[in-house]
């Protein structure tokens, strides 16, 4: 099949890139290297069934595809709020144009959705019909509310013009080719632990997150893209949660560091509790995840070591 995926060059991207042409797809990458790179693609573009395009999803585009896979979006933090307006205008223009696409070449188009569409959430944990609990006007909004009305979008071009959708909501991943000055907490605490610098945790780290390898996630992407299944949201994420002061702590100790862990101010609405409710995932995809915690936190800290090692790591966090 020929896939088109937006965002290709970026963490995930780069991984279900890989994983779709092992597969023995015809891989189109879509991407503006905002927050992806050239790096994470470098193994794939001797392939003759892989192309990049450099490419803004917010201005339109004609090819042919048979799949879209729509990530492209910056996913930090730091790096979503650094052109907030250009964060929206990727999610709600960018996803138009992906969908005028699989509307025009009949292709089905999965929608990368997030955990931040249940904002600060009141529920706990978090299942897809829990409709969540979002500052509209806050410093995460143009990422929250933008990805909102993706998933809006999607199904009102689903309704109104029976396009084949679906939309996975990703809760917190991580592995190799994360950014090294990507901000996320992930990145952040390995290249401050292997560089021996303070662990920055912010506010007093008793906020939860849940954190999932990049190989289950793309997994999971894979299965949902397949026939036969539903256009209504799915989480995929790995619910075993963490504190963040916990997650510093286990850092430390499998990075063998002497970082001290220092305190620092919480960005606001940062969320106070996050995990999955992966019933759905269960039930409709025969989806688990695989990689524990230790086991996917000790690939990371090595790629980073590899990075730190081979003078890749001259960018600041
Ligand atoms: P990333 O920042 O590494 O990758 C995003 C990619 O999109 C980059 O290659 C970037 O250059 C590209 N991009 C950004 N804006 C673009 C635009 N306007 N046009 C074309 N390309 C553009 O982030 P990631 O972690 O790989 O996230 C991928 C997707 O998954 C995003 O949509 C994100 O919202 C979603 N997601 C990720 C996580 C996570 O924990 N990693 C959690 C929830 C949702
Ligand atoms: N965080 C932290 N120190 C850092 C980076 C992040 O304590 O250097 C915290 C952040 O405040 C949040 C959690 O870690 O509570 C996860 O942050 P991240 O940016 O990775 O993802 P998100 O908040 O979008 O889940």
Request: glycine share 8%.
């Given at each position: 099949m020929r896939v088109l995926v937006t965002g290709g060059a970026g963490f995930i991207g780069s991984h279900l890139c890989e994983r779709l042409i092992q597969d023995g797809h015809d891989v189109l990458c879509l991407d503006n290297l905002f927050t992806g790179s050239k790096r994470n693609i470098d193994q794939l573009l001797d392939s003759h069934r892989f192309e990049l395009i450099r490419h803004d999803i917010i201005e339109p585009i004609l090819l042919e595809t048979?799949?879209?896979?729509?990530?492209?979006?910056?996913?930090s933090p730091v790096h979503y709020q650094y052109n907030p307006v250009k964060t929206i205008k990727t999610n709600v223009m960018g996803t138009i144009n992906m969908l005028g696409l699989a509307k025009r070449v009949k292709a089905r188009i999965l929608q990368a959705s997030?955990?931040?569409?249940?904002?600060?959430?009141?529920?706990?944990?978090?299942?897809?019909?829990y409709w969540g609990n979002v500052?509209?006007?806050?410093?995460r909004s143009c990422y929250d509310e933008g990805k909102r009305v993706a998933e809006t979008l999607m199904m009102d071009y689903h309704r109104q013009n029976g396009v084949d959708i679906r939309i996975v909501r990703i809760f917190n991943t991580y592995g190799p080719?994360?950014?090294?000055?990507?901000?996320?907490?992930v990145s952040n605490f390995i290249v401050q632990a292997l560089r021996g610098e303070d662990i920055t945790v912010y506010g007093d780290g008793q906020q939860t997150r849940s954190f999932c390898y990049v190989d289950d996630l793309v997994e999971g992407l894979i299965l949902l893209m397949k026939?036969?299944?539903?256009?209504e949201p799915v989480n995929i994420g790995n619910p075993a949660e963490t504190s963040i002061l916990e997650f510093a702590t286990r850092i430390i100790d499998l990075t063998g560091s002497s970082s001290r862990i220092v305190f620092m101010d919480l960005p606001s609405d940062d969320p106070r509790q996050r995990q999955p409710d992966i019933t759905q995932a269960r039930r409709m995809l025969g989806w688990n995840p695989r990689v524990d915690v230790e086991t996917g936190l000790k690939k990371t800290i090595e790629y980073f070591e590899r990075i730190l090692n081979t003078g890749r790591g001259d960018l600041d966090i």
């Open positions: 048979d799949r879209i896979f729509n990530l492209a979006c910056p996913a997030t955990s931040e569409v249940y904002g600060d959430p009141l529920v706990h944990p978090q299942c897809e019909n500052n509209p006007i806050g410093i080719r994360m950014a090294l000055n990507d901000g996320r907490v026939d036969g299944n539903c256009a």
